[in-house]
């Protein structure tokens, strides 16, 4: 069974910093891409970044680019999002989601999601 | 960027109901269009991929039509536990983006 199990959520004043992990399981996960979607509360659903299966490409949402990190361990079969700068509109519930192919968007399993709050 | 709508935002329909969504691409896509289902407090659940295609293990009340620009999403028979808001998403470019969502209701 496919499991994506997301942590690292919290708290944190704006400007400052944060680490997103999600825990894989259930797949081979070095043969898949990964990727974060993130949703503010009450909000709908906004692809953040995307990560291939040996890390050699990468993609970032405008609204996130040069702030946030992907990356991924898969000898660990853990992906991360190193969140830098935080602002009041990056408060939402954070999602690790499987891609089902290899060009990014196909989210065929997604983790429960962790709670990212900024806020001073 | 791509842009994505969807109609209507919200619905009320009762039990048994037939239930159509539809969502439209704001240029070709041709059929790399997904649908998701979001319960409450839960993550999304894909439903249908590549516009008409059934995940497996999603009950066969849920289809899925169109290709280009305009798409379609059906429950034939709408029950208790298809309460919930629904996405329809592209992935023909980067970025994936998805529509604004349908809130979706019993009467």
């Known amino acids: 069974e496919v499991q994506l199990v997301e942590s690292g959520g919290g708290l944190v004043k704006p400007g400052g910093s944060l680490r997103l992990s999600c825990a894989a399981s259930?797949?081979?996960?070095?043969?898949?891409?990964m990727n974060w979607v993130r949703q503010a509360p009450g909000k709908g659903l906004e692809w953040v970044s995307s990560i291939s299966s040996s890390s050699s490409y990468i993609y970032y949402a405008d609204s996130v680019k040069g702030r946030f990190t992907i990356s991924r361990d898969n000898a660990k079969n853990s992906l991360y999002l190193q969140m830098n700068s935080l602002r009041a509109e990056d408060t939402a519930v954070y999602y690790c989601?499987?891609?089902?192919?290899?060009?990014?968007?196909?989210?065929?399993?997604w983790g429960q999601g962790t709670l990212v709050t900024v806020s001073s | 960027d791509i842009q994505m709508t969807q109609s209507p935002s919200s619905l009320s329909a009762s039990v048994g109901d037939r239930v159509t969504i539809t969502c439209q691409a704001s240029?070709?896509?041709?059929?790399?269009l997904n649908w998701y289902q979001q319960k409450p407090g839960k993550a999304p659940k894909l439903l249908i991929y590549d516009a008409s295609n059934l995940e497996t293990g999603v009950p066969s009340r849920f289809s899925g039509s169109g290709s280009g620009t305009d798409f379609t999403f059906t429950i034939s028979s709408l029950q208790p536990e298809d309460i919930a808001t629904y996405y329809c998403?592209?992935?023909?470019?980067?970025?994936?983006?998805f529509g604004p969502g349908t809130k979706v209701d019993i009467k």
């Open positions: 989601a499987r891609d089902r192919v290899v060009t990014p968007g196909f989210f065929d399993y």
């Open positions: 240029q070709d896509i041709s059929n790399y």
């Open positions: 998403q592209q992935y023909d470019n980067l970025p994936p983006r």
């Open positions: 259930g797949f081979t996960f070095s043969s898949y891409s």
